[in-house]
């Protein structure tokens, strides 16, 4: 029942009737963004939060949705369904409006809807629950039904956050439930699912829950049961009217004013009589109201419409803009049915019947593929009659007239109807029937050559459906060039979706051409709300946002993940000009080196290399897009450098990324990628060596000149670090020019007894380096990274042990010489120190150099042991500090033998150990925080039980935590039990220094007086906490760290190892103190003689750039080698093999499951296809008969007789007849046959085409009959009484082309037959009214002046012009004034001057037809009639075309014109296109 409406919105409502009709409030700004991801940025920066969004929503829909509501009651007849008497909206007295006053104008006049139905701000809306086993939960609003489609599509899409489908699907159909055979109900759902879900589409029903709508609700139940939670859902929208749905007083709301509403909704379809339930299975519902109760068909005008302007909106940005288009699913139905089919199709809307769903469905599916000749009024009343059974009766004769014209309509449109048949022609999936109809309906459409195919391929990567796209687009028709790609390219790219990225580039898409500056900042201004994206907005805000400026925002925060020791991968806006910044990639026209795209610009001795496909690959990989990712890096040159920068990008990230599941997506993605690097690599070292460990040192230009190798260290990739290849070469970096099987035996004779290197007892990699009296032999040895590093460890060792004797027995007063030397060993480990901090990279800071000084551990330590030896030597040096001073150089000394636990890491066995240590070392500060809970809580509660107001602090944190440390360790305390109280050992007033005070005791103090129980007990479970389970969870803390890292000791080793010999590598060969000779050289040459340094020896190197070239090529060739090697392991993976033979076993079982007859129908069609070859070989041997018979060869009487001859011949002529009939069509007219008259609310009469004929009977023809009020130029109507037909009357001729007409009680008969309507129409004249099109055709040219050929033949262009309300373009030609021989249009176009050349051209031109046009505006009484002359220019130059393109004028601001390439899918009005093929065909021209 509907509820009473308050007081107040009655008077509201009195007050406010009698308005106009509502429209858009001017408030609104209804912002249609064409958005690709409306739900998914919810977390946008700045954006409203979600109480914000609900209360802007509530507001919003009040002010803009209304609702309908009958404002007096007129008594009906009818009862309503409770038995009472009701008004004619079919609502009670007492649900209408409370106290509304008796209106004098409304009593006693008839109930009109347009003055008793008022509109009132809606009160249903917001989210239902829908009552049951599963709560399903959706939204809903209940809207008026003049409510404009653009408020829907906004609530929807901003309100509602759906996104922006790329698809719409609109099923309908029968509206009662009906049976569906099992297996095609569950193809149906599946298929329609499908194509919703993988294409982003919106489903429209009608919202209830019965017939179709609750076949698509079945449908996605049971999506949404299979599907995981990280699947997107599938948008089923119910259009339904609000006036039958039963128990709809659940979806009110109680006060206008209450906050979020949710509506609880039982389905009872028990009790809904005749009213209907809502489908719980949709997502949002559209409830149309247009005021009145148990009125069907309500939704249908604003379903229409909507549905129509969502088909209108685009979806996408810049060349992959599309509308969004919109396709008609059928299953079963009835009338209604068929008139939603018709108006789809006169719409050009492609639409789906699934045949065997029933009723009409069938009907159209039995008769789909008949010519249109054979589709007669019996065939269709045969086919009413078997599939409509007992409802057959009620149709009448006209009903299937009007059926059969419907029927004949929608067949003929054959391009835009598809029959979906269950495993026949090809056809297993719905979603494919669906996909394959829409690309059907576009062929057809206005696109044709290049802008067809690639109009389809938008759809395609739109819909996300790369096996559509390769088996519909990507075939031999069309030959796609790479170019023509790039815009769905980038649309691929921006909307994440690999495989069309993959199928672009096997049809030939180079990255390197595609990747230009422009695409590059579109794709960075595109990207996801991610963690890169926040960190380039944070960049951006602190500058400006120009496309200037955007590639060097993205290159700092690049720089940012990559490490400072890279440089910035693109420039800054400062170095060049504009239009060089620009140009940050090369074109396709610039120089190749090697087939790489590089260019180099320097500024300020700044190099920077642009690679178009390490920038993709950049792009795609700080979004985290793994396959998109892996795609491009495959196509990238500098492999592993791009590996393991990307390994290093994702570590970086995931540092800082807060979502637990994108930080695994992250860390997984960084391993995959460092796997890759690991592979490539190991294809090359297993080719050769030396040129992979070339890649280890080559300085990569376009990655920031940095090396595999420091990207390695950087990402801490040990995989990566500890492959044999890697550490061979660290090997011999650490042996420098030695050989590595040279023992250490053999460098410590020749460091104690260094002429011993120009012996043989070491030997050397090199040539010049084997003679034994070489000095550059002892140079070699000396300045080996393992010599300095065992000379250093030598003279760390003497140092250490001096350091110890002199403070332990040579300390005095005043510093000794050993003390001194002790000093000047340390001032060369401090001068050895700075030269680390200050000779870093070039290109660093000294901010950047100490940042990287402090990074490491051993550096820290260093500093700290040496400052605090410093502080010891100043107070050593001050005599009243003299003992302060000696404990500080002790500490020191401490820290300085913990230095050498560095110098062991080189070790293959303590350096595992060591890592080892160090790991427990942060087990055990864990520890240490969960023990001082225990400590401090036992120690101070001891301390207050046995001690009274202990008022010495040294004996309070003896007592409080001292005392309870070493009680783990067994000393118990002597006063916990008061078994050893002695006053003797203890102050009883607390003053001795000495002793502790005593414990509480008696008068006597001769027995304790704390409870000892109380003790005892908390002794106990203090040593139960601590010692059982603290010490056996450090036990345990430090046997998983042991077996977490023994796992990986190896590689942690490795990987460590490189540090060591980075170190010694640079190190000056001479050991402290003489290393200071090696400083007090490099002070002069800085500070005196003002010389550069010496660059620090670094592991990497600059290659020549063929050199570079060469290796780039053949590690590229041994990249394809591994991505082979991996595809063919992924084959015979058991994965694979298991899902392999899955595939193949269902495909068995769909074989199995199809029904024999359809077998047996495949058989009968390769029989037919038998017969028709046998047919033609029957032909071929009468034909050779008759030759040899006519030639005189053999007699008459030797003739064979072929009697299968004419009994093969009569299907082939059939088919013939066949074909025929469908090129040259029906025979009579047909758009002067369309249902709905132009421009006007008039219907004609059904005519089919066996009835268009005047000699054929048709008694029922009744035509309604309709003239305009007005003659279309604006003049008086003609009077009938004065008309002479089939002569010149006047100045208007009305003689027809195709002889005399008849006149039938004083009006002219249609020569081509009945329309359907009688009268004039929005014609000008009865009869013939005559018309003039002239052809205005040159030939197409390219750039150079060539004419353009398309399969061998000419291209023509002609000249057209089109108006704001037209839908098509028009040749410029039309009706001509009385006595004129120009029509209007083409005065219009051409300037007053050129009026009368161009009557001479027509005058010269050649006639192409002339003759009667099937117009939408012909009746029965007048028809249009035109002469078309083509005028063609042969001659680009020719004078005639240079005037007439200069004297092109549009008179009305509103017409354009333009040359257009002719061809048969030219955006041109169907009846002029048969004039334009005519024009072709003259030339022997494409068509």
């Not at 057959?392 to 009007?402: A, G, H, K, L, N």
């Not at 046995?946 to 004996?955: A, K, S, Y």
Request: contains cysteine.
């Amino acid at each position: 029942m509907e509820p009473l409406v308050s007081q107040k919105a009655s008077s509201e409502l009195q007050e406010g009737s009698g308005g106009p009709p509502r429209s858009v409030p001017d408030g609104v700004v209804l912002r249609i963004q064409r958005s690709d991801s409306l739900r998914g940025n919810r977390r946008l920066q700045g954006s409203i939060d979600h109480t914000e969004k609900r209360e802007s929503l509530r507001s919003w829909i009040p002010e803009n949705i209304k609702k309908k509501a009958c404002v007096y009651f007129v008594e009906s007849c009818k009862l309503s369904d409770a038995g009472k008497v009701a008004c004619e909206c079919g609502y009670t007295r007492e649900q209408h409006l409370e106290a509304v006053p008796q209106s004098p104008t409304l009593q006693g006049k008839k109930w009109d809807p347009e003055t008793h139905v008022k509109e009132l701000p809606t009160d249903a809306f917001g989210d239902i629950v829908f009552k049951g086993l599963r709560q399903k939960q959706g939204r809903y609003v209940r809207v008026a039904q003049d409510t404009p489609p653009s408020v829907l599509y906004h609530l929807m899409t901003q309100h509602w956050d759906l996104e922006v489908p790329s698809l719409l699907i609109s099923v309908t159909g029968g509206a009662k439930n009906f049976n569906m055979k099992p297996r095609l109900k569950s193809i149906f759902r599946r298929g329609l699912v499908k194509v919703a879900q993988t294409t982003g589409a919106w489903i429209i029903t009608g919202g209830s829950h019965t017939g179709v709508m609750k076949q698509v609700g079945e449908a996605v139940r049971d999506f949404s049961l299979s599907s995981s939670c990280r699947e997107r859902g599938v948008v089923t929208i119910g259009v339904a009217t609000w006036g039958t749905i039963h128990n709809r007083d659940s979806l009110i709301r109680r006060t206008p004013s209450q906050g979020d509403f949710t509506a609880e909704y039982s389905v009872d379809e028990e009790g809904q009589g005749s009213l209907t339930c809502l489908d719980s299975n949709h997502s949002h519902f559209i409830l149309v109201d247009d005021g009145t109760h148990g009125q069907y068909g309500v939704e249908i005008p604003l379903r229409a419409t909507l549905e129509k302007f969502i088909s209108e909106q685009t979806k996408g940005k810049g060349g992959m803009a599309i509308k969004i288009p919109i396709v008609c699913v059928v299953l079963e139905g009835g009338p209604g049915t068929l008139h939603t089919i018709y108006n789809a199709i006169t719409c050009g809307t492609p639409c789906v019947v699934v045949e065997g769903s029933g009723r009409v469905a069938d009907v159209i599916a039995q008769v789909a593929g008949l010519p249109i000749s054979a589709i007669t009024v019996a065939v269709i009343q045969q086919k009413l009659s078997l599939f409509f059974q007992e409802a057959f009766e009620t149709f009448t004769e006209r009903s299937i007239v009007e059926w059969t014209k419907m029927i004949q309509d929608i067949v003929r449109q054959r391009q835009l109807l598809t029959v979906f048949r269950e495993g026949k022609d090809g056809q297993q999936d719905v979603d494919v029937a669906i996909l394959q109809a829409l690309l059907k309906a576009s062929r057809s459409q206005d696109h044709f050559g290049h802008e067809n195919w690639v109009h389809q391929l938008k759809l395609a990567v739109a819909w996300n459906r790369v096996d559509i796209a390769r088996s519909e687009i990507f075939t031999d028709e069309w030959q796609w060039k790479p170019s023509d790609l790039y815009p769905m390219l980038e649309d691929a790219l921006i909307s994440n979706k690999p495989e069309f990225v993959k199928l672009f580039l096997e049809h030939g898409v180079q990255l390197t051409d595609f990747a230009s500056c422009d695409t590059l900042c579109r794709l960075y201004q595109n990207l996801k709300s991610c963690l890169f994206n926040r960190k380039l907005k944070k960049v951006q805000d602190e500058g400006p946002e120009d496309t200037l400026h955007i590639m060097h925002h993205v290159a700092q925060v690049l720089r940012e993940l990559l490490g400072d020791f890279t440089q910035l991968l693109y420039p800054g806006p400062g170095h060049n000009d504009r239009q060089r910044s620009r140009r940050l990639l090369v074109s396709p026209n610039k120089p190749k080196v090697q087939g790489m795209n590089l260019q180099k610009r320097t500024s300020d001795h700044i190099t920077f290399t642009m690679d178009p496909v390490r920038d993709l690959l950049i792009w795609a990989v700080v979004q985290n897009r793994q396959e998109l990712a892996g795609i491009i890096w495959a196509q990238s040159r500098d492999c592993t450098v791009a590996a393991l920068a990307c390994s290093k990008i994702l570590k970086a990230l995931s540092e800082e990324e807060e979502d637990t599941d994108t930080l695994e997506e992250m860390q997984a993605l960084a391993d995959e990628f460092e796997h890759r690097a690991v592979g490539v690599f190991t294809e090359c070292y297993r080719k050769e060596e030396k040129s992979a460990q070339k890649l280890l040192t080559r300085v990569s230009e376009a990655w920031g000149k940095t090396t595999c190798l420091q990207l390695a260290l950087e990402a801490k990739d040990m995989k990566f670090m500890s492959h044999g290849g890697t550490q061979a070469f660290l090997t011999k970096v650490w042996w420098g020019q030695l050989c590595v099987d040279n023992g250490l035996w053999r460098l410590a004779l020749c460091m104690v007894a260094f002429p011993l290197v120009f012996t043989g007892l070491v030997s050397f990699r090199e040539k010049s380096l084997q003679a034994p009296s070489s000095l550059a032999r002892a140079h070699a040895f000396f300045t080996a990274p393992v010599v300095v590093f065992h000379l250093n460890t030598l003279s760390y060792f003497a140092f250490l042990c001096l350091f110890a004797y002199v403070l332990m027995v040579d300390f005095q007063p005043t510093p000794s010489y050993w003390e001194y030397l002790v000093y000047l060993w340390l001032l060369s480990l401090v001068c050895e120190e700075m030269r680390q901090l200050l000779c870093g990279p070039d290109e660093y800071g000294l901010m950047k150099m100490a940042a990287s000084y402090f990074s490491s551990f051993w550096n820290k330590l260093d500093v700290a042991a040496i400052l605090l030896f410093v502080a010891g030597l100043t107070c050593r040096l001050i005599p009243a500090t003299l003992y302060p001073g000696r404990v500080v150089l002790s500490l020191a000394f401490i820290m300085f033998c913990l230095r050498l636990m560095h110098i062991f890491t080189v070790s293959k066995t303590l350096g595992p150990k060591i890592i080892i240590l160090r790991r427990m070392m942060k087990d055990v500060f864990f520890f240490l925080f969960l023990l001082a809970v225990w400590v401090v809580s036992f120690g101070v509660a001891k301390q207050a039980i046995l001690i009274h107001n202990e008022r010495r602090v040294d004996w309070i944190f003896r007592g409080a935590v001292y005392h309870s440390y070493l009680t783990i360790f067994g000393q118990i305390p002597a006063y916990i039990d008061g078994v050893d109280f002695n006053l003797d050992q203890c102050s009883p007033n607390g003053t001795d220094p000495y002793k502790p005070k005593c414990p509480e005791s008696d008068e006597t103090r001769q027995l304790p007086a704390f409870p000892q129980w109380l003790t005892v007990t908390l002794l106990c479970l203090y040593l139960l906490f601590t010692n059982i389970l603290l010490l056996n969870l450090l036990i345990a803390m430090f046997n998983y760290t042991f077996q977490q890292v023994q796992e990986h000791t190896d590689q942690i080793w490795k990987f460590q190892r490189h540090d060591l010999i980075e170190e010694y590598h640079g190190r000056p060969p001479a050991p402290p103190p003489l290393i200071l000779l090696s400083h007090l050289q490099l002070l002069l040459r800085r500070v005196f003689l003002k010389a550069r340094a010496k660059p620090r020896r670094k592991l990497k190197k600059t290659l020549e750039k063929t050199e570079e070239a060469e290796l780039l090529s053949w590690e590229m060739y041994l990249k394809e080698n591994y991505l082979q090697s991996q595809q063919s392991q992924h084959r015979q993976s058991p994965e694979h093999r298991i899902q392999d033979i899955s595939s193949r076993v269902d495909t068995m079982v769909d074989l199995l499951d199809v029904d024999p007859l359809k077998q047996l129908g495949s058989v009968e069609q390769r029989l037919a296809s038998l017969e028709e070859q046998v047919a033609q070989t029957a032909r071929a041997l009468h034909w050779i008969v008759r030759a040899l018979r006519d030639s005189g060869f053999g007699s008459e009487a030797d003739v064979p007789t072929l009697a299968p001859q004419k009994a093969a011949e009569e299907p082939d002529e059939e088919a013939g007849s066949r074909r025929k009939a469908e090129e040259l069509g029906d025979g009579y007219h047909i758009n002067a046959r369309h249902l709905p008259y132009p421009d006007s609310p008039v219907s004609r009469f059904p005519v089919p085409n066996e009835k268009v004929p005047w000699e054929t009977e048709f008694p029922i023809y009744d035509p309604p009959c309709y003239t305009a009020a007005t003659d279309p130029t604006g003049d008086a109507l003609e009077p009938r009484s004065k008309i002479s037909y089939n002569a010149v009357d006047g100045l208007t001729d009305r003689q027809s082309f195709h002889g005399a007409y008849a006149v039938q009680e004083g009006l002219p008969l249609n020569p081509m037959g009945r329309t359907g309507l009688r009268g004039r129409g929005s014609l000008r004249y009865f009869g013939p009214n005559h018309q003039l099109h002239p052809v205005i055709t040159q030939w197409r040219r390219n750039q150079d002046g060539a004419i353009c050929r398309q399969s061998g033949r000419k291209m023509l262009e002609v000249l057209v012009l089109k108006r704001p309300r037209w839908e098509h373009w028009a040749l410029p030609g039309g009706s001509r004034e009385p006595g004129e021989t120009l029509p209007r249009k083409l005065k219009q176009v051409l300037g007053q001057a050129c009026w009368l050349p161009f009557e001479n051209l027509l005058r010269q031109g050649t006639e192409v037809y002339k003759g009667y046009v099937d117009d939408p505006r012909n009746t029965d009484n007048a028809w249009i009639e035109t002469v078309a002359v083509s005028v063609h220019f042969q001659d680009q130059q020719d004078v005639e075309l240079t005037r007439l393109n200069s004297d092109l004028q549009v008179g009305d601001p509103g017409m354009s014109i333009q040359w257009q390439v002719v061809d048969r899918r030219i955006p041109l009005y169907g009846n002029q296109k048969p004039i334009l093929q005519r024009a072709a065909t003259l030339f022997g021209a494409h068509y």
